[in-house]
């Protein structure tokens, strides 16, 4: 599932929005493209909001016949845009998957997060790329993208570590409300120091994150910066070969239901995740897009 975002700008229709997506996707993914327009087509997508409910992203495929559905509350934000395509990409990978057994399709938590946050990227690569597209646009999606940036690489650490200090005082016995409060406060100073005003901690974060509480998994929140790093490096590796290396990226998605992610990551990128540079030169590959963005505003502002 993904998260909501607010948006100062003038609101995205749904029409728009589904063309934002099929543009970028056809320009740089055909295949990708052709799929989303079905699942357009044949109404797959809840989107429309409603009294009750709730916002937020999530998709599902059956087991049964091997299609996917996806339930968001769309409110016209470009953050609704990227969710859209967050979970297309999700919906592609269990299409990746359709051909298998239906106990054959499922994938562990660390592989589950890649496909989406793939699908962001070329989202915005799409709309960022295109000559024809207003700055304003442009601006939006990359600043999206580099909020994105900062929940994964600085708000989800803090809940992951803050869910493993909390296991490791519940196993010495009850965790007060009070200590709760305490030591999310006291992990959000560490993580974010100085950038985080005096007083500024919200203690209360635990009570109010659904992810503390999907009780089938713990540890839910971690998947999301390990999907995105790894989203990060396919990507690279996509830049650098071009649409060839898709038919290395469906190999991959096939092959989250058979390996573990250190094999699978060995097998299609030849690269060792086990290295911490694996993964600091996903961090470093931000840059780009930061960099975007602050020439966009720069230009704007000119």
Not at 78 to 84: A, E, H, I, P, S
Not at 91 to 116: I, N, V, W
Not at 129 to 145: A, E, F, M, T
């Amino acid at each position: 599932p993904t998260e909501t975002g607010k948006d100062s700008e003038a609101p995205i229709e749904w029409d728009e929005a589904c063309q934002w997506v099929q543009k970028a996707f056809d320009r740089s993914y055909p295949d990708l493209g052709s799929f989303f327009g079905n699942a357009i087509k044949k109404r797959w997508i809840d989107w429309s909001p409603r009294r009750g409910k709730q916002p937020g992203g999530f998709c599902t495929t059956s087991s049964l016949t091997g299609e996917s559905r996806i339930f968001m509350t769309f409110n016209g934000t470009v953050n609704d845009v990227m969710t859209l395509a967050h979970e297309a990409g999700h919906a592609f990978h269990g299409h990746q998957l359709g051909d298998r057994r239906g106990l054959a399709r499922s994938y562990p938590m660390t592989l589950a997060e890649t496909a989406s946050t793939f699908a962001e990227q070329l989202l915005t690569e799409g709309i960022v790329g295109d000559p024809d597209r207003p700055s304003s646009h442009k601006k939006r999606l990359l600043d999206s993208q580099v909020r994105h940036a900062v929940t994964f690489l600085l708000d989800i650490p803090i809940r992951y570590h803050f869910e493993h200090k909390f296991n490791v005082e519940r196993q010495k016995g009850e965790v007060s409300v009070s200590r709760l409060k305490a030591l999310m406060s006291e992990i959000q100073r560490e993580w974010l120091g100085e950038v985080l005003e005096t007083g500024g901690e919200d203690p209360y974060f635990w009570a109010s994150k659904l992810h503390f509480y999907i009780t089938e998994r713990s540890f839910y929140n971690f998947p999301y910066t390990f999907g995105f790093l790894l989203s990060r490096k396919l990507f690279a590796r996509y830049r650098t070969e071009g649409p060839t290396f898709f038919q290395h990226y469906e190999a991959f998605l096939r092959g989250t239901s058979t390996q573990n992610a250190d094999s699978l990551i060995l097998d299609v990128l030849q690269e060792d995740p086990g290295d911490p540079a694996f993964w600091v030169s996903a961090i470093d590959s931000l840059r780009e897009p930061f960099e975007t963005y602050r020439k966009l505003i720069a230009d704007s502002t000119a």
